[in-house]
T-cell receptor, first 115, second 114 residues
Framework: DSGVTQTPKHLITATGQRVTLRCSPR?????VYWYQQSLDQGLQFLIQ???????AKGNILERFSAQQFPDLHSELNLSSLELGDSALYFC??????????????FGPGTRLLVL | AQSVTQPDIHITVSEGASLELRCNYS??????LFWYVQSPGQGLQLLLK??????LVQGIKGFEAEFKRSQSSFNLRKPSVHWSDAAEYFC????????????FGKGTKLSVKP
């Protein structure tokens, strides 16, 4: 158990819909990262938040957005969903803002299926 | 651009046999290197990491990896594989540019024969 929690574990929805994925980092960790894992793209970095502020952006679509709240939990919002958005979404956390040195601890993931 | 290549998509080894999973990276500076393992239905667990110093690093579950700068490689090894090692293994390099994120390889799925 990494200490990172993600809800829900599974999500089934229809195209065009909007969903929210939630992540609680390990106690004391200030950074939250979101990754998408799909069969064709592998593990792709989406976005990082550090202590409530957006710190880095990766291959995140404009239809996707995220935020980190004062209690440090984070939400990833996916809207206008398409079939291709079906994937496993991971949240990870680390202690600081990360220069790449820090260990990132991963949650169990949310499996999203868009029908 | 930074990248990580894991040449083997799927490897099958017999229980008790030795294991080596290959990882090659492309990176402009000294990389930070990681190996993660993902068991079915689970998140990623860190096996080991290399930042600097001794190029042979020890990790959990009896795994080790060796950083070879001249070959841009960071191969994962285990002398004797157990059935519980069956999983998918990911090599990663960080940071991704000025960001702190990790760049992952596509993964190597390990099957263990009894």
């Amino acid at each position: 158990d990494s200490g990172v929690t993600q809800t829900p574990k599974h999500l089934i929805t229809a195209t065009g819909q909007r969903v929210t994925l939630r992540c609680s980092p390990r106690s004391g960790d200030l950074s939250v990262y979101w990754y998408q894992q799909s069969l064709d793209q592998g593990l792709q970095f989406l976005i990082q938040y550090y202590n409530g502020e957006e710190r880095a952006k990766g291959n995140i679509l404009e239809r996707f957005s995220a935020q980190q709240f004062p209690d440090l939990h984070s939400e990833l919002n996916l809207s206008s969903l398409e079939l291709g958005d079906s994937a496993l979404y991971f949240c990870a956390s680390s202690v600081g803002r990360s220069s790449g040195q820090e260990t990132q601890y991963f949650g169990p993931g949310t499996r999203l299926l868009v029908l | 651009a930074q990248s990580v290549t894991q040449p083997d998509i799927h490897i099958t080894v017999s229980e008790g046999a030795s294991l080596e999973l290959r990882c090659n990276y492309s990176y402009g500076a000294t990389p930070y290197l990681f190996w993660y393992v993902q068991s079915p239905g689970q998140g990623l667990q860190l096996l080991l990491k290399y930042f600097s110093g001794d190029t042979l690093v020890q990790g959990i579950k009896g795994f080790e990896a060796e950083f070879k700068r001249s070959q841009s490689s960071f191969n994962l090894r285990k002398p004797s594989v157990h059935w519980s090692d069956a999983a998918e293994y990911f090599c990663a390099v960080g940071p991704g540019g000025s960001q702190g994120n990790l760049i992952f390889g596509k993964g190597t799925k390990l099957s263990v024969k009894p």
